[in-house]
């Protein structure tokens, strides 16, 4: 299957950043989504796994988000729009003041090594 593993590498070198850059890579992006949406972010955070036998490298993202609806359906757009590849894994309603959502994002993404 020659044809599938060039497609494959392609998408890694196009789409997963190096290890290296993929960090400052996702804050400065996940930063930028964020303030074009209107929203606020805080509590950003990264759990890294272990590399896969292709050397990619799993992170799981957590932080929080607060802003009106439309903000947050601006967010959710922009993260699907990204030249990062991101997977929104869960999204819950957390306490908040009226007329504000707040909300707790699980995101992945992945980097190579």
Known sequence: MPGTDRQCDKFFTEN????GIGYSSVVSDLGAVAHE???A???LSFRQHPADRRGVVEVEISTVVDGDYASVVRFINGLEHSNNF???????L???SPGVLKLNL????YFRT
Do not use: K, M
């Open 86 to 92: 991101y997977v929104l894994d869960n999204l819950a």
């Open 41 to 43: 972010t805080e509590n």
């Open 37 to 39: 949406a209107g929203l």
């Open 16 to 19: 997963l950043h190096p290890a």
């Open 106 to 109: 699980q995101l992945r993404t």
């Open 94 to 96: 957390a306490p908040s």
